[in-house]
């Protein structure tokens, strides 16, 4: 994916179709409509694949970049969202600059506060490759029926015994903010591995120029 500024993530986009491979009821959304949470569709898990810009001084102000529009976290605070998680899968990852406390802070506690109970993401810029390996294992934990903790730990277990990524810097950073024992039923549909598999054109929506995309895993129906 390309962000509105910064370096391409092209391990996004094999991110977001995998999520959209391996699970039923994946809506994805992309430039422009990607920029407006009023049209972003209800659903248990909003996975938020895009580059961020802190706000050490000013929290609040830290940001998503969407495209060419940025969504404060004062803007996400105000937003009234029905997600159990929000994973927020991307971060400066070109800058190479440390994200302090209050700066990513600032997104997750907006997350929280629009009634999100737990927020997944990261503490300072994480490779994009390494990002897409840790949420494969993230969801495929979460889909066995484990606790957003517990699937955040395994993963970044998976990612530490990596040949290229035992280095703390390369797994810690990815964390839980809020209530850890969340647990979600996905609608598993595959094990994301068929990537010579067709999607449905309904399941994986691009409009113009991907730039960014927010993807809502919906809720399983329980007869």
């Known amino acids: 994916l390309t962000g509105g500024e910064g370096d391409r993530l092209p391990a996004a986009r094999d991110e977001v179709a995998w999520l959209a491979r391996a699970f039923g009821g994946v809506v994805t959304l992309a430039d422009p409509a990607v920029a407006d949470p009023a049209a972003w569709p209800a659903g248990d898990i909003l996975h938020v694949a895009a580059h961020a810009r802190p706000h050490d001084d000013a929290p609040w102000q830290s940001a998503i970049l969407l495209g060419r529009a940025r969504l404060t976290a004062a803007r996400v605070a105000a937003l009234d969202l029905d997600a159990r998680v929000a994973v927020l899968a991307g971060c400066e990852t070109a800058g190479g600059r440390v994200l302090t406390g209050e700066g990513i802070q600032g997104l997750s506690a907006a997350f929280l506060s629009s009634g999100v109970p737990v927020v997944v993401a990261t503490l300072w810029p994480v490779d994009d490759r390494t990002t897409h390996d840790f949420v494969r294992r993230f969801y495929r934990e979460l889909a066995a029926g484990r606790t957003v903790s517990a699937s955040a730990r395994a993963a970044r277990l998976a990612v530490a015994r ?62």
């Open 162 to 223: 990596g040949v290229a990524t035992t280095h703390p810097f390369a797994w810690a950073g990815y964390v839980v903010v809020g209530d850890g024992d969340v647990t979600v039923d996905l609608a598993r549909r595959s094990d994301g591995t068929d990537r010579g598999r067709r999607l449905p054109i309904e399941t994986l929506v691009v409009v113009g120029t991907i730039v960014a995309a927010v993807l809502a895993l919906r809720r399983r129906r329980h007869d």
